[in-house]
């Protein structure tokens, strides 16, 4: 509150200028505190553990890790439409505390029993296909994490697809006047980072790239901000690497980027280096999840009836899926779809419906429907309604799972008992 004292004799103008004063230094001191904010988290690398860091300044800030000051090392330095720092800490298990610029960091609990999914979180601007990225109804993902960092998971998985501001707002489109656009720090501020807000240091994230981190959309941004592999480039034009795990307690969880993978028609080079990946994993002695962007078996609207493999992960899969693989985590579509198989295959879960442009025909059933061949036993699809999966388990390893999915105002929209590969919804 801003109080201003009236003096005798003083003119009612004096009051006027003082208010303007005080409001312009409050307005000055709020956007310098915007100017330096920092983002803190914990993700999931490739190596292992680590606290990362995006700040205003050029050297990175001293972490403070189970009471002691341990400094922080640099990712990336300011360069170009990115004049930001990006630093990381490798962590290791035995850490039991951390904060950074004050702010307390959650770290992986042994068991994760409440594993929070989004996917596809960012405003739509390509060409005409325009969302109103200020209007908090029409992308509300501010909202939603607000809700989602409420609920305290144990683990963060984003299923990919962070970027989405390519082309300018049209203008006179309030909708989204004075959006930025492009490969820069804006765009990601904007989509991410700064919508994100209290979630981003709620629990620890698994990063999953999607097809709008591929080099020529926002792929320098990812390279430097949320990657999880080493950065060394600024072109942002990263090849597919090797998939890393994640020990969710009794499930291992096999992070694969395939954002570059040819959807309509099979490409079989591509194929068999995924063919590879999958191979992999057959080694694993506990269940296996799939985090990966794209699906390998979900269905899309097209006509006259659904259909939707992508054809090159559909090939790799059709030869070398191993049988310990019992789940795939998706996005790229924007809804939400649990679909399990007659044949032995993963059930697929797409959770793509966090915050784009949503998909509006979605089958809300699909069983009996096929999609490459592979039948469909149990298909259950929920369109046009933005939300967040919660992958919930009671007890510890072993335990049954459920799916929950939430919409954003925190109402209940769909609930699968998952088993294995099956997923009985209601």
């Known amino acids: 509150m801003m109080t201003v004292f009236f003096k005798p004799g003083m003119s009612m103008s004096r009051p006027v200028i003082i208010l303007r004063s005080l409001l312009t230094v409050w307005l000055l001191a709020a956007g310098n ?4 904010q920092t983002y803190q988290w914990v993700q999931y690398a490739s190596d292992g553990l680590q606290a990362r860091v995006i700040t205003q300044g050029v050297s990175c800030p001293v972490a403070k890790v189970d009471g002691k000051n341990v400094p922080m090392q640099i990712r990336s330095s300011a360069k170009d439409n990115y004049p930001v720092t990006v630093c990381f800490l490798p962590l290791s298990a035995q850490v039991k505390t951390l904060s950074i610029a004050g702010v307390r960091l ?3 609990k042994a068991v994760p029993r409440r594993i929070l999914v989004i996917g596809d979180t960012g405003c739509r601007l390509k060409g005409k296909v325009v969302q109103a990225c200020n209007d908090p109804e029409a992308w509300p993902f501010r909202k939603g994490s607000a809700l989602a960092a409420r609920i305290k998971p144990d683990l963060i998985i984003h299923v990919g697809d962070f970027h989405y501001r390519e082309t300018p707002c049209p203008a006179g489109n309030a909708g989204c006047a004075g959006s930025p656009f492009g490969d820069n720090w804006d765009v990601w501020k904007q989509d991410f980072f700064s919508p994100v807000g209290a979630l981003l240091s709620t629990a620890p994230w698994v990063m999953v790239r999607g097809n709008h981190e591929e080099c020529e959309r926002g792929g320098r941004g990812w390279a430097r901000t949320l990657d999880p592999y080493a950065w060394n480039s600024d072109s942002g034009c990263l090849k597919s690497a090797q998939p890393f795990l994640v020990d969710l307690g009794g499930v291992a969880l096999a992070v694969l980027d395939v954002s570059s ?7 079989r080079e591509q194929a068999a280096f995924f063919a590879l990946q999958l191979q992999g994993l057959a080694a694993i002695k506990t269940p296996v999840w799939l985090a990966q962007h794209r699906p390998v078996l979900a269905l899309e609207e097209t006509t006259p009836k659904p259909t939707g493999d992508n054809a090159t992960l559909a090939l790799a899969a059709s030869t070398a899926m191993p049988a310990n693989v019992q789940a795939i985590l998706s996005g790229h579509h924007h809804a939400l779809e649990v679909l399990s198989y007659v044949e032995p295959f993963p059930l697929q879960l797409v959770m793509g419906n966090g ?10 059933r699909s069983d009996g429907e096929s999609i490459a061949g592979i039948h ?3 298909g259950r699809g929920i369109a046009g309604v933005f939300g967040y999966t919660l992958l919930e388990r009671s007890g510890g390893i072993g335990s049954p799972w459920t799916m929950n999915n939430f919409d954003y105002d925190g109402k209940l929209i769909l609930q699968c008992a998952i088993n294995g590969r099956d997923a009985d919804c209601h």
């Open 33 to 36: 505190t915007e100017a330096a």
């Open 106 to 108: 959650q770290l992986p």
């Open 261 to 267: 993978a040819d959807e309509a028609v099979a490409n």
């Open 355 to 364: 915050g784009d442009e949503l998909s509006a025909k979605v089958p809300p």
């Open 376 to 378: 469909i036993k149990q």
